[in-house]
């Protein structure tokens, strides 16, 4: 029997993943996000901003519709990403409005039926969280704070959210990981773009051989900062900055036990020196050893340069995942 991964592990996809089908509108956001459990995978975390018109403050009938809809094609909500109108064009919204923004998210995600929601780590702030925590009991639902890309447990923009987090003790409010922290090389397609774009031959040079070489960023900011970054790829560039991490699994280990979910995300599916697969087993490793129990969604980050298919592309991402995540999960503990 070809082993399979642990049955608390649950494979899932972003509806991020559509986001270029979306936004043509050929179909309606609705009949995509019902989809994806026909044409890919049975679990799916939803960006709702995508999806509700009503959203920040959905519907009922809106939410009904789709948890109705995925239900009808053996299909459920995993997570549900949120956001916080948290600045007025002069000033910070005052604590009571940012929770008002929240509560009606937090009301549609359990309608929903998702076990969770989103929102990027260290946002919401103690007092917020402190705020929602008896909501969040009353429904059941968790609030995942995300780190991702250059973000890692121990920077200083980080480490206090996490602590904050470690001192609540409270498992309605955990850590989602997005593995755009784990990152032992770039994209290829992207740097293909970075080159077309005319970048210089020797800063490509670096980017493709020594991406984790501290000297590097250093590199990349010196460049953006010499203005001589060419004008149409500078929103891309800024990726380099943001979104692609430098850390390793075992920078993980510290902080796994309040981690519930992870995104799986990926770029490309060109995996040149196991710039794909490497991670993915490595978390698979760290996970199994570990006892893990939660999501791992698929979630596809290249559709800013890529016009692929998501379908067949998410469909593809997630065999590759499952394959490079099972072989380690199955090492016993101490193995």
Known sequence: MAPEIPGSWTLCASSFNWTPDIITARQSAHDIVTGIADSTVKTVELEPGLVWRSFPAPHDAEVDELRDALAAKGGSVSIVGASLDDFTPTERRPLQQRLDFLVPQIHAAHRVGAHGIRLPIGQAGTELLTLVQPLLHELDLVLFEEIQGQQAPGSP???????????????????????????????????????????????????????????????????????????????????????????????????????????????????????????????????????????????????????????????????????????????????
């Open 157 to 335: 923009a980080v480490e206090p959210a996490l602590e904050a987090i470690d001192a609540l003790g409270d498992d309605q409010v955990r850590v989602l990981v997005d593995i755009s922290m784990l990152m032992p090389a770039l994209p290829v397609t992207y740097l293909e773009k970075l080159r077309q774009g005319g970048m210089p031959q020797d800063f490509m040079r670096r980017l493709e051989n020594d991406w984790r070489d501290p000297a590097t960023i250093d590199a990349v900011t010196a460049l953006l900062r010499s203005g001589n970054v060419p004008p149409p790829i500078r929103t891309l560039y800024m990726n380099l900055l943001i979104r692609f991490g430098r850390s390793d699994a075992a920078d993980l280990q510290g902080i796994l036990p309040m981690v519930g979910a992870f995104h799986l995300k990926f770029w490309d599916l060109d995996d040149d020196g196991g710039r794909v697969t490497e991670p993915l087993r490595d978390l698979g490793g760290l996970l199994g050893r570990n006892g893990f129990s939660g999501t791992l969604t698929s979630e596809w980050g290249g559709h800013e340069w890529l016009q692929d298919d998501p379908t067949e592309m998410t469909r593809r991402h997630l065999a590759m995942a499952e394959a490079a995540l099972i072989e380690p999960a199955e090492t016993p503990v101490g193995g």
